[in-house]
């Protein structure tokens, strides 16, 4: 069956089961937006930025696990596209990006629009294409989807220029993939996880360290069997965040810069540690040279490039988080730690770093604190980048699995309003916030137009503090308070909603926080709730640059106030 480019294309989108696509069109782009019409099943989703499709894909591939699809035209189309590209890289996002080309004729030419997108995505991609021949799409697409969702899971570009999709070739969709370079790793060494098992049963004071990678591998039984068997306490990185319960007794909080007090000296006390699918980056953990200074290390990730890269490591097991710890359970011994629980327990209680301030001016920490009320945990928080993405992670109880979705690697700025679109698109039964900042939510509130077009019936919680709060609070702790370029006028955020044709209201005072809230879940659009928080409150504990983990800064005046509940050792 002979077909043009742009309806091989379609077909193949068809068969790997893609429904939304996210995409802008363009000149190079409209052989393709031309044929979309003879595919019903595709449903198109205009954006208002292609920086917004990439991010809206992102969001949707997180949320259920498939591959997100983003579209844009050649030039600046695709040069838009590369923030969020880079965003789903650093952070382990399946999805497959399509971008248009300037015919065959004028690559190199610098023809109208032209940029080489292959090549300024190249670091930035798990593998890219550009397409020379109709007749390769198929097999290209099928390639494209399973190096994005199998291994260590990444964004895949596809360059096609404009007369390839108008180009007429035999359609035929492969049934496999033939690429015998690329053969990743799931289970992990038998010798290596008995090594594991062996350290693991031998320790005295074990922290286990969960990333991005126990998400994405769905490994949350197998995660929650370990430190149970093992009595080992568990503690995110940002991203590991909604892998285990937050109200678990063995749950530390998160680890890191802003980490709680009782998982940073945790990690600095352990005498082993466990890492499961996470980077040891140097948010989680300082001066590398000083962590975990007393422990041996087990690293299990599925990215062999991962491990050995930033810290030492004794036993490196390569394969599928859920996989090896299917097998290392086996291996694992009950373990009794009553001790150093205990003296995690105190940490906790004399430093209190889960604590919600009483205040009768509005701080954030209780905005968040009552989102988790209102929707009794049951939300899917999607965040943008500073302290709005702390005080998310650190003040809602993530009891719920993969309820977390942030920018993490790259830490972009306006990724929550467009990825929390596709978040909601794909978990259309899911309540699904976005808390955000008044800079970051500016960066792409036009995005907004998207969720009313869609009918996405999109949350959004914006903690106002008139200034770039993050940048604000190094500035006033490591630069002498001297605040350039981050106080931040903004407009009138109620208005802004209304003018998109969405419900928009404020809360000034703690006391309409909950009822801002409530009236946000109760109505069936997209809503945005814009709290006047307060300017200069910060993000404690708060690790110095430069400094190791058990090095933390913390609140100047600590406020004693009702403290997270906890649940029962197992």
């Not at 802008?24 to 782009?29: A, C, L, Q, R, S």
């Not at 492969?174 to 690429?179: A, C, K, N, Q």
């Not at 530390?252 to 990690?267: D, E, P, S």
Request: overall charge negative.
């Amino acid at each position: 069956m002979k077909l043009s480019g742009a309806q091989m294309l379609c077909e193949c989108l068809v068969r790997e089961g893609v429904v939304e696509i996210f995409g802008f069109p363009g000149g190079t782009v409209l052989p393709l937006y031309d044929v979309w019409p003879q595919y019903p099943q595709l449903r198109h989703v205009l954006v208002r930025h292609e920086q917004g499709a990439a991010h809206m894909a992102d969001g949707y591939a997180r949320a259920t696990g498939r591959v997100g699809v983003c579209v844009a035209t050649s030039g600046p189309g695709a040069c838009n596209l590369v923030t969020g590209i880079a965003t789903a890289h650093m952070d382990s996002s399946p999805v497959v990006a399509i971008t248009g080309q300037v015919v065959r004729s004028l690559i190199g030419k610098d023809g109208f629009q032209e940029c080489d997108i292959t090549g300024i995505t190249l670091p930035i991609t798990k593998y890219n294409y550009l397409v020379l021949k109709a007749a390769d799409i198929p097999r290209v697409v099928k390639e494209a989807f399973h190096i994005a969702r199998t291994g260590r899971p990444g964004p895949v570009l596809i360059d096609i220029p404009r007369d390839v999709f108008t180009e007429e070739a035999e359609y035929d969709y492969p049934d496999s993939v033939d690429l015998p370079g690329y053969k990743p790793t799931l289970t992990g060494h038998p010798t290596q996880i008995r090594k594991a098992a062996s350290l693991i049963n031998q320790s005295l004071r074990p922290v286990i360290i969960v990333g991005h990678g126990v998400v994405i591998s769905r490994a949350y039984t197998e995660l929650r069997d370990l430190a149970e068997k093992a009595q080992a306490p568990v503690t995110p990185t940002l991203l590991g965040i909604s892998s285990f319960p937050g109200s678990h007794v063995l749950s530390l909080g998160m680890l890191g810069m802003h980490g709680t007090y009782q998982a940073n000296r945790a990690v600095t006390d352990a005498d082993l540690i466990i890492g499961l699918g996470m980077r040891f980056d140097d948010r989680a953990t300082g001066k590398v040279s000083e962590f975990a200074p007393k422990a041996k290390i087990i690293h299990i990730d599925i990215d062999p490039a991962e491990i050995g890269k930033n810290v030492r490591v004794d036993v490196p097991i390569v394969g599928d988080v859920a996989a090896v710890l299917r097998a290392l359970n086996g291996e694992v011994q009950q373990g009794r730690h009553t001790e150093w629980l205990a003296q995690i327990d105190d940490w906790r209680e004399s430093h209190a770093s889960d604590v919600v301030p009483d205040s009768e001016k509005l701080l954030p920490q209780q905005v968040v604190s009552k989102l988790y009320e209102v929707t009794r945990g049951e939300a899917t928080i999607v965040t943008g980048v500073g302290q709005n993405q702390m005080w998310a992670a650190r003040f809602y109880r993530y009891d719920r699995s993969d309820a977390f979705i942030s920018s993490g690697g790259l830490g972009t700025m306006g990724f929550e309003l467009p990825a929390g679109i596709g978040v909601k698109m794909g978990r259309p039964q899911d309540a699904v916030w976005c808390v955000c900042g008044d800079g970051g939510f500016q960066m792409t509130m036009e995005e907004l137009a998207v969720a009313v077009q869609e009918k996405v019936a999109i949350k959004v919680a914006i903690l106002n503090n008139g200034f770039l709060g993050m940048v604000r609070q190094w500035q006033d702790l490591f630069f002498g308070k001297r605040f350039v370029a981050t106080p931040l006028l903004g407009p009138d955020f109620v208005k802004i909603a209304e003018a998109y044709g969405i419900l928009g209201l404020r809360a000034t005072r703690p006391s309409e926080v909950g009822p801002a809230i409530e009236r946000a879940m109760e109505h069936d659009g997209p809503v945005v709730v814009d709290f006047a928080i307060q300017p200069e409150e910060n993000v404690y504990p708060m690790v110095p640059p430069g400094g190791s983990i058990g090095e933390m800064l913390e609140a100047p005046q600590p406020v004693r106030s009702r403290s997270s509940a906890r649940g029962h050792r197992a």
